[in-house]
């Protein structure tokens, strides 16, 4: 699989990963002077590379593979935030630096029994820069969401990645077959993989889907560029008790997302001025935290954020004072007021819609930089009201860092709030404020019949009950509400996603 590598895909059955491996032995050059638990700066080995690139955009001078996996050891030792858990391994005997930096992370395991570090990753450094500052990725132009990995397993549509595709399958469609093989029921991996996930543009396969009316559907789809439109469907509603609703689907945070955040906040400040804002953040994996900030500070205005805190970044204990990637003392990330220039001209003031409090949408897929917004919110006293399901759980973060046309992800430090919150490995979760994870607001299952945006869809439709009545739609009153709010007869799952997408990035600062 071309992009990046991570460890994780849709089941044991389906979706097992093409994109791992890579082995150790067979030493590129002798390891003479690997002594176990003695480090060298990591600028010594930066940028010289087995295959230097070519052109003065590039630093890369030649270098070889052992020169790569030194620079991987020293970086890490410098800048992971487990650094003291990494063994040790001597840098001279793996062949592929990839394989090498696989190994440097911890081996511990979360009380629950998962891996304390699941977010370790690679991108080639071209295909990053081009998905993370344009939004642009080789796929159908939807995204697949993983309702139940097992058998017979339950794969649907969960949303486009551009507002207006009709010729696409609805959301909610249900994947019945890829080429020909059963997504309910076959073991044939190879090839629901080959099709849920191409590889090629102009890469072709044939679907059969069950449509949310129970029709059924043969298309063939055609793998392509798509450039993914990160915020959709604003639009401002009216609650039954009259209350003016601004709505908004924010799915990615990528350099795109920060003309699109601001049009769409200019849009709902249209007119008479909106009561409440539903941000819609379930499929929302994250990326980049300066981006989180703005709309934080777009949500709430001048008034509650002026000096205060959106983030503060703890690195690990060798780095108390000074930001290891950028060697400048240690400073909070601020609520952005102002244009930062990912995708408008920098310094440009930001609209703000004064708001006290806000209804956050979440689910699984909810993750990192989106996490940062409600944890980021709650640090200077904004109400947050949670509506869903509990988050993925991503207080962690990185500093993509490019070396020999790789891009790599390693967890370098914990953002935490104004108040000094950020103890949620577990996700928030919809409830009650207990000042920490627990989050007000109400557990309700997504909704696969209706699309996002709509009323009647069921998280939306809990989120107006709550404006206008102040609680939780009761299992009785629900019935009046109609079908939406009842519980789907399916499990929320998971949308897949590239792991960068499903992060807390930072970045220099602008």
């Given at each position: 699989?071309?992009?990046?590598?991570?460890?994780?895909?849709?089941?044991?059955?389906?979706?097992?990963?093409?994109?791992?491996?890579g082995?150790?032995?067979?030493?590129?050059?002798?390891?003479?002077?690997?002594?176990?638990?003695?480090?060298?700066?990591?600028?010594?080995?930066?940028?010289?590379?087995?295959?230097?690139?070519?052109?003065?955009?590039y630093?890369?001078?030649?270098?070889?593979?052992?020169?790569?996996?030194?620079?991987?050891?020293?970086?890490?030792?410098?800048?992971?935030?487990?650094?003291?858990?990494?063994?040790?391994?001597?840098?001279?005997?793996?062949?592929?630096?990839?394989?090498?930096?696989d190994l440097?992370?911890?081996?511990?395991?979360?009380?629950?029994?998962?891996?304390?570090?699941?977010?370790?990753?690679?991108?080639?450094?071209?295909?990053?820069?081009?998905?993370?500052?344009?939004?642009?990725?080789?796929?159908?132009?939807?995204?697949?969401?993983?309702?139940?990995?097992?058998?017979?397993?339950?794969?649907?549509?969960?949303?486009?990645?551009q507002?207006?595709?009709?010729?696409?399958?609805?959301?909610?469609?249900?994947?019945?077959?890829?080429d020909?093989?059963?997504?309910?029921?076959?073991?044939?991996?190879?090839?629901?993989?080959?099709?849920?996930f191409?590889?090629?543009e102009?890469e072709?396969?044939e679907?059969?889907?069950?449509?949310?009316?129970?029709?059924?559907?043969?298309?063939?789809?055609?793998?392509?560029?798509?450039?993914?439109?990160?915020?959709?469907?604003?639009?401002?509603?009216?609650?039954?008790?009259?209350?003016?609703?601004?709505?908004?689907?924010?799915n990615?945070?990528?350099a795109?997302?920060?003309?699109?955040?601001?049009e769409?906040?200019?849009?709902?400040?249209?007119?008479?001025?909106?009561?409440?804002?539903?941000?819609?953040?379930?499929y929302?994996?994250?990326?980049?935290?300066?981006?989180?900030?703005?709309?934080?500070?777009?949500?709430?205005?001048?008034?509650?954020?002026?000096?205060?805190?959106?983030?503060?970044?703890?690195?690990?204990?060798?780095?108390?004072?000074?930001?290891?990637?950028?060697?400048?003392?240690?400073?909070?990330?601020?609520?952005?007021?102002?244009?930062?220039?990912?995708?408008?001209?920098?310094?440009?003031?930001?609209p703000?819609?004064?708001?006290?409090?806000?209804?956050?949408?979440?689910?699984?897929?909810?993750?990192?930089?989106?996490?940062?917004?409600?944890n980021?919110?709650?640090?200077?006293?904004?109400?947050?009201?949670?509506i869903?399901?509990?988050?993925?759980?991503?207080?962690?973060?990185?500093?993509p860092?490019?070396?020999?046309?790789?891009?790599?992800?390693?967890?370098?430090?914990?953002?935490v709030?104004?108040?000094?919150?950020?103890?949620?490995?577990?996700?928030?979760?919809?409830g009650?404020?207990?000042?920490?994870?627990?989050?007000?607001g109400?557990?309700?299952?997504?909704?696969?019949?209706?699309?996002l945006?709509?009323?009647?869809?069921?998280?939306?439709?809990?989120?107006?009950?709550?404006?206008?009545t102040?609680?939780?739609?009761?299992?009785?009153?629900?019935?009046?509400?109609?079908?939406?709010?009842?519980?789907?007869p399916?499990?929320?799952?998971?949308?897949?996603?590239?792991?960068?997408?499903e992060?807390?990035?930072?970045?220099p600062?602008?």
């Open positions: 699989m071309e992009g990046f590598r991570h460890a994780t895909l849709l089941s044991a059955l389906v979706l097992l990963s093409s994109c791992g491996g082995g150790g032995g067979g030493s590129s050059s002798p390891a003479t002077t690997w002594q176990a638990g003695q480090f060298a700066d990591a600028g010594q080995f930066a940028n010289q590379c087995l295959r230097p690139r070519s052109g003065n955009q630093p890369d001078v030649a270098g070889s593979v052992l020169d790569e996996n030194n620079w991987l050891r020293a970086w890490s030792h410098e800048t992971y935030l487990w650094y003291d858990e990494i063994q040790d391994r001597n840098p001279g005997n793996y062949d592929n630096p990839l394989a090498y930096f440097l992370k911890t081996e511990a395991i979360t009380a629950s029994g998962t891996p304390k570090d699941q977010f370790h990753f690679t991108m080639s450094s071209d295909e990053w820069n081009a998905q993370s500052q344009s939004g642009v990725a080789l796929g159908y132009g939807m995204q697949w969401v993983i309702v139940d990995p097992y058998l017979p397993r339950d794969v649907r549509v969960a949303y486009h990645d507002q207006d595709r009709p010729d696409l399958p609805p959301r909610g469609a249900r994947l019945l077959s890829v020909g093989v059963s997504m309910e029921w076959s073991n044939d991996v190879d090839t629901l993989n080959a099709g849920l191409p590889t090629r102009d072709q396969h679907f059969e889907f069950a449509y949310p009316d129970d029709s059924l559907h043969t298309i063939t789809l055609a793998a392509e560029t798509i450039t993914s439109e990160p915020v959709q469907k604003v639009q401002v509603l009216t609650s039954a008790g009259g209350k003016r609703v601004g709505y908004m689907l924010f990615d945070h990528i795109t997302a920060e003309k699109a955040l601001l769409a906040v200019e849009q709902l400040q249209q007119g008479n001025d909106i009561d409440e804002l539903v941000l819609d953040l379930r929302n994996g994250g990326g980049y935290l300066a981006l989180a900030s703005q709309l934080s500070y777009m949500i709430a205005g001048p008034a509650r954020t002026a000096g205060q805190a959106f983030e503060i970044s703890r690195f690990n204990d060798q780095h108390p004072q000074i930001n290891p990637v950028t060697d400048q003392p240690l400073t909070p990330t601020p609520f952005y007021h102002t244009t930062l220039g990912f995708s408008v001209p920098a310094s440009e003031p930001l703000n819609l004064n708001l006290s409090r806000v209804f956050v949408l979440t689910g699984a897929t909810t993750c990192s930089a989106s996490e940062s917004i409600i980021g919110l709650r640090g200077v006293d904004v109400e947050v009201i949670q869903g399901d509990r988050t993925c759980g991503k207080p962690y973060g990185f500093y860092t490019d070396n020999c046309g790789t891009t790599y992800f390693t967890i370098q430090f914990q953002g709030n104004a108040k000094g919150f950020g103890d949620y490995p577990d996700g928030f979760v919809p009650a404020d207990d000042g920490q994870a627990g989050v007000q109400c557990q309700v299952a997504d909704d696969y019949d209706h699309d945006g709509d009323i009647n869809e069921a998280r939306l439709a809990t989120a107006l009950h709550y404006i206008d102040g609680y939780c739609p009761s299992p009785v009153s629900r019935h009046a509400l109609g079908r939406s709010l009842t519980t789907p399916i499990d929320d799952g998971r949308v897949h996603k590239a792991p960068w997408r992060n807390r990035i930072m970045t600062a602008r």
